[in-house]
């Protein structure tokens, strides 16, 4: 370990964030500049004519997965580092737990009591162009930071969902649209600050807090709250991409081409599969209306002519809508169109060495128009840049894995155990071929296995010994 880290304390004077041990919660108010509402205040009363209007407790906790229920006994609407320090050390006074959320694409965990903090106004973004960077707060979304980098010709290593947030993404490594170029999004993180559990703020760089910088980048939960990063943006203006979509009814055929496709492809493509029953909806071409469809989604950082020729073997399949073309990076999320409107949701996600046919087909069309679930499956075809971890490593695992194969169900909360269930069913053909889970394509409730397959040993015996150091009493939920 690297002993005791540098701390910083921020602009308020020595101590006047540290809240005082009086046992009432609203105590902490005095020391935020931001909101604090407790589980216990009433909502505000509606007329008789009026729709039931939601507290403003609720409405704090409020984020885009509604498949779970988040009962903390306080949370707080974090404004900056100090209101984060104020909140993590009024929980350390009470031995209670601290859970983040940012956009709440992802879940802070099982949430009945403690605090949960909040972070969605802590949203700057500033981009230096010079140094082909970008610092971002705690609730920064990628659409932000797209569109504050792509007038610069530079381009941020984000996913497929532009309204998610920046840094939990980040934090669980990241498999972006142009993955296979650049790697996982946190082998390009600069650095971090960090609200430990001791409620003091850390710089966290390599050469400062190496444990924790290590740590956090890939091992994202049990180590504090992250309220702002640096990271590296890629030149990056235009790329060759969109979609190719097929009848469900020929997967093994485009499957097993997508196979040998990705076999010694070039790096500066990275690509996916998705199957879905798509609605019958006048918004949709009238090819895919109503169908269950594969969609192969491309993102090319080379010239158009070449994602033509690379593409060729895609085509004389003959889909039944071709959307690629050349495009502004800014475009970029319309690759994917992943939908924006909050909803239930429970998902997860195996690590594949190879991709073998007749167990990733049974996946799919149990996935399809039979299923008890609406259920959208993705097969990521990973390797390139990705297996080659950064200097000094980091704490992403798995990086042998040749694809990623991820299941998402829509799932009210009293149902996301059928779903779990479901999904556990799917994975069991896979197992022969199965090298361990992604940490970002865990939604909703997960159990300790899963966890624990997020890292090979090696890794999880250091992030034990990391988590000791920085939060001995578990402050931090894992």
Known sequence: MSGNPQTTGGTTPEGADRPDDTGDPHALARWVRGPVHTADAPGEAAGASEEPRVSPYAAELAGYQLGLTLRPDVVVGALDAADVRAAVRYAAARSLPVRV???????????GGGVLVSTRRMNDVHV??????????????????????TPHGLAPLNGSAPHS??????????????????????????SLDVVTADGESRHVTAADEPDLFWALRGGRDGLGVVTGMEIDLVPVARIYGGSLMFDAGRAKEVLTVYRDWTAGLTERLTSSVMAIVLPDVPALPEPLRGRHVLGVRIAFTGSAAEGERLVAPLRELGPLTDQLADMPYERSPAIHSDPTEPHAYTGSNVLLRELDVPSVLEYVERGGPAAEFFTVVQLQHLGGALARPPRGGNAVGHRDAAYALSVLSVAEEEREGEARAFHRELEGPLARWTVGRFVNFQFGVTEESERRDRHEPAIRRRLADVRAAYDPDGRFPS
């Not at 230096?128 to 980098?149: F, K, Y």
């Open 101 to 111: 959320q940012a956009t709440g694409h992802g879940t802070p965990g099982p949430c």
């Open 128 to 149: 230096d162009p010079e140094a082909r960077t970008a610092r971002v707060g705690a609730g920064a979304r990628w659409e932000q930071l797209i569109e504050a980098a």
């Open 165 to 190: 947030g920046v840094i939990g993404y980040t934090l669980g490594g990241g498999v972006g649209l142009l993955a296979r170029t650049f790697g996982y999004t946190a082998d390009h993180v600069r």
